[in-house]
């Protein structure tokens, strides 16, 4: 089974950053396009940014220039860098890609657990 783990969020002043990762665990498998969205509470959940596996990536307009998504695919690893926060980024973060498991002759989109990234002001 594959399954995603994030690890990174936490709780920072606006104006400071955060790097999130999250990591796909599992037995032969491939990843196509990685994400991270986010869901603030009563709000539903948005694309922060995405990537494909080969590394084009688009943003949302509110993170553009703040936010920086990367991957490196010999560690099956997504990261979000996250500077300049806003209190408005404050939201449950979280991870998505979409991955073929070879095992199972199965594609399907998968999600982690989520991360919550506070920004007081």
Do not use: H
């Not at 400071?16 to 032969?28: D, E, F, H, I, Q």
């Not at 979000?80 to 991870?95: G, R, W």
């Amino acid at each position: 089974q594959v399954q995603l783990v994030e690890s990174g969020g936490g709780l920072v002043q606006a104006g400071g950053s955060l790097r999130l990762s999250c990591a796909a665990s599992g037995r032969s498998f491939s990843i196509n396009d990685m994400g991270w969205y986010r869901q603030a509470p009563g709000k539903q959940r948005e694309l922060v940014a995405g990537i494909t596996s080969g590394g084009s990536t688009n943003y949302a307009d509110s993170v553009k220039g703040r936010f920086t998504i990367s991957r490196d695919n010999a560690k099956k690893t997504v990261f979000l860098q996250m500077n300049s926060l806003k209190p408005e980024d404050t939201a449950v973060y979280y991870c998505n890609a979409d991955i073929y498991d070879f095992l199972r002759e199965l594609r399907r989109n998968y999600w982690g657990q989520g991360t919550q990234v506070t920004v007081s002001s």
